[in-house]
């Protein structure tokens, strides 16, 4: 009970102004306060452009600069108690949202608007790589930008003209906080990724822990390890640098900031380790705090009993944003907030960003639905849309199976204006269709299961004498559903007709036996359930369903009304094909690079815009 009286304390009835113009007014929610500790940490992670923070989802609407106006009155607060306040990113700050994606050259306005929050610890994530002109800008705009905060531990850059390769950043950085005087050795990796573009190298962090200076980092005596890192905080590469930074250190507190898996996630990797991971798409600022640090100058003082860590997954939302800092509409806004707040809203204007193409009937879920259903996303791709884009006028009467991975999917269509914006939030991709003519349809048949249910074979027939090879199949899916751990997925019914695994994430937030006329109605949102359990969201929310979804989706086009076809053409992605042709070749068809050709102009993303042009009125 006495957790119910708190929480409804805590509830907010002020009301808020969304950031950026249009954007959805915030709902407000029973709340958990911050714990703060001598060291607290503010987190973002895989912000994909979302700078101008959701319109279209309430509980979400601040936008950076509302993030600038928070961290400082949290600053603030630090600095009036003594105790130090650090901000972290762990990469993936581009490709996803049209404030980024929809200017020539892609990035325009982002650097400029990003580079306006002090981020005391920075790093790079895989999609700061996948195009060579974006790892350019992110060494010549962003890397400066951030001077010595921005650490690249296993990350070479090289220079275009004299093709040397060097560090993309400075590999760890060693610093003391401003008030409590810990010190810090801090290192910024990225997991081993291997799909970037030439003019960068990223090193294995097995490899890179082996260094020389990596040893000799870890053979300095600070008060704190921090390793932040565009790395899913269940993945080997942190168990690995755990396990190197423990050998030389039995005592040493180590605080990990992860990210890449799109989820709000905490791990103990011991009593005096933890990671947090803080979510996607600017919906959450991860919070950690650490206290019982034993700085040189508390040692002298006192026996400290011990470290603690606290976490706390805070919703990017307005309401939230004015209690964390006991503040309101009035009061919260600072005047370089504000300023970060403007500049967005010119970009958005300039980029044209609330273009209409038409008007969503009806939500569209990734994972929200099941599928197949009404009101899956895939479902609506396959069974209205791919028939319809996926014609060459050449061979329109050939019977044809259009692949698509799910994967190329990043975000959820709500019912109402689908805008520029909405293509490169959903798919943000220069994918294109390429196909492969007159494949005998026993043959192009089978490749559908293969790459949904022999995950394993395809891994191993791909795997490396360093382990899985470039083809792991799960890069063809959504990152959300590969990092979800079993004991945050829960088990529903089986649709087996569909022969799909479904479950549903989270648990209930308030017991059963909890007066239900007490409750307050509650907002769908995370109920994250992590190695600490299950009160880490400061909003307490009801639970959102989560239905996993197969690799990839297929649409039968063309198809004769009775029997089989005897050939097809097989359509699909362009980021897919090397899959693809590794099933054909399990699925008996021995075909290579040789045999692809682009079956259609333009991407994936502009046809989809295109048959929302044609098919949705407007609102
Ligand atoms: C990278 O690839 C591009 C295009 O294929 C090529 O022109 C360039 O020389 C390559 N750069 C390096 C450093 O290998
Ligand atoms: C793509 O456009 C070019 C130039 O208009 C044209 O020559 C080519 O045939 C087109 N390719 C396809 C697959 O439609």
């Known amino acids: 009970m006495a957790l119910v009286a708190t929480l409804l304390g805590g509830v907010l009835a002020s009301v808020a102004r969304a950031a950026q113009p249009g954007a959805a007014s915030p709902v407000a929610a029973p709340m958990r306060d911050l714990q703060w500790g001598q060291l607290n940490f503010l987190h973002t992670t895989d912000t994909h452009g979302w700078h101008g923070g959701h319109l279209q989802e309430s509980q979400y609407s601040a936008d950076w600069g509302d993030y600038i106006s ?133 090193k294995k962090v097995r490899d890179t822990i082996k260094e020389e200076w990596f040893q000799q980092a870890i053979r300095e005596k600070p008060d704190l390890f921090v390793v932040i890192g565009h790395v899913g905080v269940r993945m080997q590469e942190f168990e690995d640098i755990y396990t190197a930074i423990r050998k030389q250190n039995w005592h040493t507190p180590i605080a990990f900031f992860g990210g890449h898996a799109h989820v709000r996630d905490a791990v103990s990797f011991d ?57 309101d509409r009035d009061s919260f806004p600072t005047e370089h907030g504000r300023n970060v707040i403007k500049m967005i809203a010119t970009a958005r204007k300039e980029l044209d960003l609330d273009y209409t193409y038409g008007c969503a009937p009806r939500d569209l879920w990734m ?39 799910t994967g190329a999917i990043r975000f959820d269509i709500f019912k109402g204006p689908f805008t520029t914006d909405t293509t490169f939030i959903v798919s943000p991709f220069l994918s294109v269709l390429n196909y492969i003519p007159d494949v005998p349809y026993p043959v192009a048949k089978g490749v559908i299961d293969l790459l949904n249910n022999a995950g394993q074979i395809l891994d191993a027939a791909s795997e490396t004498p360093d382990g899985p090879g470039p083809l792991d199949s799960r890069f063809m899916a959504i990152p959300e559903q590969f990092a979800i751990t079993k004991s945050i997925i829960h088990e529903r019914k089986d649709y087996s007709a569909a022969s799909l695994e479904q479950s549903s994430e989270g648990q209930k937030p308030l017991g059963d036996d909890d007066d239900s006329s007490r409750k307050p109605a509650l907002v769908g949102g995370y109920t994250t359930v992590d190695d600490l359990g299950e009160d880490g ?4 929310h009801s639970p959102l369903d989560f239905y996993t979804v197969p690799n990839c989706v297929q649409a039968e086009i ?12 097989l359509v699909f992605l362009d980021f897919i094909q090397p899959w693809v042709l590794l099933a054909l070749k399990f699925s008996g068809g021995d075909y290579g690079a040789k045999d692809v050709s682009l079956y259609k102009n333009g991407s994936f993303t502009d046809l989809m815009a295109g048959w929302i042009k044609e098919n949705w009125k407007l609102c």
């Not at 040189?296 to 964390?324: M, P």
């Not at 063309?558 to 053409?569: A, R």
Request: hydrophobic share 35%; net charge negative; aromatic share 10%.
């Open 367 to 405: 994972t929200r639905s099941p599928y197949p259903s009404e009101d899956s996303i895939y479902s609506w791709l396959e069974g209205e849309v791919l028939p319809d884009v996926v014609v060459n006028e050449e061979r329109k009467e050939k019977s044809r199976l259009a692949i698509l991975n």
């Open 537 to 540: 969201d400061d909003a307490v």
């Open 70 to 202: 928070f961290a400082h009155h949290l600053r603030k607060r630090a600095d009036d108690e003594g105790r130090d306040l650090l901000l972290v990113d762990t990469g993936d700050r581009v490709e996803g949202n049209g404030l980024y994606d929809a200017s020539d050259p892609k990035g325009k306005y982002y650097f400029d608007i990003y580079r306006e929050q002090d981020v005391d610890i920075i790093c790079t994530g895989n999609h700061e790589l996948y195009q060579a002109s974006t790892a350019e800008g992110e060494h010549r705009r962003t890397v400066p930008n951030f001077k010595s905060n921005y650490l690249a531990s296993n990350l070479d850059y090289i220079d275009p003209k004299s093709g040397e390769r060097i560090p993309m950043a400075r590999r760890y950085k060693k610093f003391q906080t401003k008030n409590q005087k810990i010190d810090i050795v801090a290192f910024g990796f990225l997991f081993d990724f291997t799909g970037h573009a030439n003019n960068t190298v990223v």
């Open 271 to 327: 009593d005096k380790a933890f990671a947090i991971a803080s979510g996607r798409y600017m919906e959450t600022i991860g919070w950690m705090s650490v206290d019982g640090i034993a700085t040189k100058a508390a040692a002298e003082n006192k026996a400290l009993s011990g470290v603690t860590f606290k976490r706390r997954y805070i919703d990017n939302n307005l309401l939230g944003l004015y209690h964390h800092s006991g503040l």
């Open 558 to 569: 063309s198809f004769p009304i009775e029997g089989e076809p005897d050939t097809v053409d």
